[in-house]
């Protein structure tokens, strides 16, 4: 692995170990998709694929990255806390009284109570892609140059509203925002092609005029250069990233039901174990 | 003598949007498919790049609205209000959660879509909307204060609904001077001593004409215009019902919810504290049942809202009041 992918591998493995420190400590929270997108969200902050100051987090020239499914809340607060927004520490407050790591994240413009890098509330399902939009319309109305990341899950295809969202992106030309599609196959209650199957989601896509890039959710090397292409791209983008549920704990990955399961005590030890253990062995 | 002119409380905002898209190049307006309807099609002539068009997509027309409201525009969000609020609930419930500052206009409210039946009616619009934390609700009650309504609401920053009839109204001013709109406050427009007469919307000027009718036969009527159902004028509620001991709310809405229900809670809580006599209440509206097609004055007539119904609630009121204080 090349240098540059190796400290973003290495904090991506420290993120994973913040992810369930975060939901055992608090006895409620969604592993299975934040485990399955911190290579991601390692990527576009650590590795700065977006733009950012996390001592300016307001900062007019950042790029935004909205979170539609808000339920992954643990990998966006943990990777948030690893660049630099806010302490380590406040990680434990997730879910607990008073706190700014809402289980579902929570924006505001109450400077007391506003999370730095949290750029707007989310939890009921294909709301954030939507939200996105009006970002990247208004940033075209400004002629502002910032790009607009959404992160979506797959099951979150199912919504009506998402399919309304596409539409108005590509007939507004906003080519300015990036879709990524959590695409781990799973949700709550199964898995996605039994639960809801999304059909051919690649040429539904195509058929409203996107481009689709397909990326692999744990290849540096391809995210890097997915997101990268995304970015220089002038038609309106959407990569599918393909990414095991769970990663980087055996008994998690690909499995259904850790989409929002506490693991037990020894189940929590087991996984913090296995995650230390790649994160001591990367090379 | 010239004829007065009736407009509608929708004129009076599309006037007020042609005024903010000059003054404030913040303000942008969405709307689904409906411009000529909400009368914003002078705006998107006018502004062209500030108007949104969001199609016949009423949930992303709201969460697009969000993102504009965190970007620090000011975003108008506008469709008939039984979609907006009514098909949007859940999207216009995260936005009001991050406080953002949005303006939902919910047009043809009540039963301003006559001849479009109970489908195209919006009566709850009111409980849904002032059930919200940190929500404004505004009921322009003729086209100048909706004229009016529209750039207060511009001004405060957070979410805030204004509802919209398509009804042809006179202007209020043709029953005398008017007090200056302030948000939250609620405008008297007749001082009197026997009853409270506490109205918003197009009732507003029925109880006016009601008011003059009443005093014809020797009573004193107090007629209040509640142009804010949220933040909801409290104090006023309670001066004037302290005063007639007799209230008719009278709002186009549900009578189970919307201002009916939160005056009386306003007057039960009040009881034994600021309020020491008992206070006789009526109300008009719509209870428990949905509306039909037909054309707007025969379906106001038909469901009673008129300054004729609010005349035989007097009667009744009164006797209340009069058992009450045996």
Redesign the interface.
Known sequence: MPADYKSVSKAAWQIRQDILKMIYHAQSGHPGGSLGMTDVFAALFVGKLLRYDPKRPTWDKRDYLFLSNGHISPVLYATLAKVGYFPKEELLTFRQLNSRLQGHPHFTFNPKHRLPGVENSSGPLGQGLSQAAGMAIALKMDQKKNKVFCLMSDGEQQEGQIWEAYQFIIHHKLNNLIGIIDYNQIQISGVTKDVMSLGNLKLKLMSFGFKVLEMDAHDFENIFQKIEQAKLEKQNTIILAHSIPGKGVSFMEKDYRWHGRVPSESEYQQAIKELAIKEKNLV | MSEIKLKATRDGFGEAMLQLGKDNPQV?ALCADLSDSLRLSEFKKNFP??Y?E??V?E?????????????E?I?FIASFAVFNPGRNL??L???T???LNIKVVGGYAGFGNGGDGATHQAFEDLAIMSSLPKMTVLVPADADQALGLTLLASQIVGPCYLRLGRVDLEPLSKFGALPKIEIGQAQVLKKGQDLSIFATGLMVQEALKAALELEKIGMSVEVLNFHTIKPLDRQAIIKSSQKTNAVIVAAEHDINSGLTSLVAQSLAQAMGQEIKEPVALESIGMNNTFGESANNQDLLKKYHFNYLEIINKAKLVLNKKKRLSL
Request: hydrophobic content about 40%; some cysteine.
């Open positions: 942008v790049s500030r949104i969001c199609g997509a949930q992303n027309m709201m969460s697009v609205g969000a993102g504009l409201a965190l970007s525009k975003p859940d999207q419930r995260v936005a959660y991050s406080g």
